[in-house]
């Protein structure tokens, strides 16, 4: 069993639903954010995940919108992001680890989260 937690942020409960379970299959805890300020507050009030799994495109605060209120807060900013999208084009200078296109696709998923958590910060 991993000692590393995911957060996901997607405003689909059907997504959050599917990725926490295929997430927790592979070994990982996971927690939930329906749009980028319950992510923020999510960081701000527990202790720090492993990685950020982001959805862009969200109602209250997209994910281009918690990504730069996230690099803004020192005790955050270093969290791992990976992008998830169903846009086949993001804006430039999105600073993340890694995009990856929905539906995503498990071996994908697996390489990015393994990369993320493997990365020397």
Do not use: N, W
Request: hydrophobic fraction near 40%; charge should be negative.
């Amino acid at each position: 069993m991993s000692t590393h937690t995911i957060l996901v942020v997607d405003d689909d409960a059907d997504i959050r639903a599917s990725l926490c379970d295929l997430l927790e299959d592979e070994g990982y805890a996971v927690a939930t954010a329906a749009h980028g300020r319950d992510a923020l507050d999510y960081l701000r009030g527990h202790p720090a995940p492993s990685v950020v799994l982001l959805d862009l495109m969200m109602p209250t605060m997209d994910g281009y919108e918690f990504r730069a209120e996230q690099k803004r807060d020192p005790t955050i900013a270093a969290i791992p992001v990976v992008v998830m999208t169903a846009r086949g084009t993001v804006e430039p200078g999105l600073d993340v680890e890694q995009i990856l296109q929905k539906p995503l696709k498990l071996p994908k998923l697996r390489d990015a989260l393994q990369r993320a958590l493997t990365r020397p910060r």
